[in-house]
């Protein structure tokens, strides 16, 4: 869907481009140097993930990452399926950019996975 550029949906996807980790909505509140109210950065991350511009984690606690959709180098699309890892110590989520391997029963349609393991990450090992 065509939606209209704004100088909020700039700050946010910028602020998510330059991030090497996915990030909480606390975060990017936080990390914006503009004022910009909780529900207008709820909505527009919301409409980002329609997008299948940025794509949500929910971490096992239920608190919800950000993070831009990027291609693996050996990959031709975007991984739709793949593992996150969160650091123990840092509290930072990144997208593992590799494929998940899974089987389900007959008959069951898989439409999303969500797969967060959980340790120490490389910067902080």
């Known amino acids: ?11 946010i996807l910028n602020l998510l481009l330059s991030s090497r ?17 909780r529900a207008t950065i709820y909505r527009v991350l919301n409409r980002f993930c329609e997008d299948d511009i940025i794509h949500k984690i ?11 959709c990027k291609k693996c180098e050996n990959q031709e699309e975007v991984v739709q399926h793949h593992f996150h890892f969160r650091c123990l110590s840092c ?9 998940v391997a899974y089987s389900v ?18 910067d902080c090992s």
């Open 105 to 122: 029963p007959n008959g069951y349609e898989v439409q999303n996975a969500n797969c967060v393991l959980t340790g120490v990450c490389n």
């Open 1 to 11: 869907m065509n939606r209209r550029n704004t100088p909020t949906k700039e700050a």
């Open 21 to 37: 980790k996915a990030l909480s909505q606390d975060a990017i509140e936080r990390a914006l140097t503009i004022n910009i109210n």
């Open 91 to 99: 509290d930072t989520i990144e997208c593992l950019q590799v494929p």
């Open 58 to 68: 929910v971490a096992e606690d239920g608190k919800q990452y950000f993070a831009i």
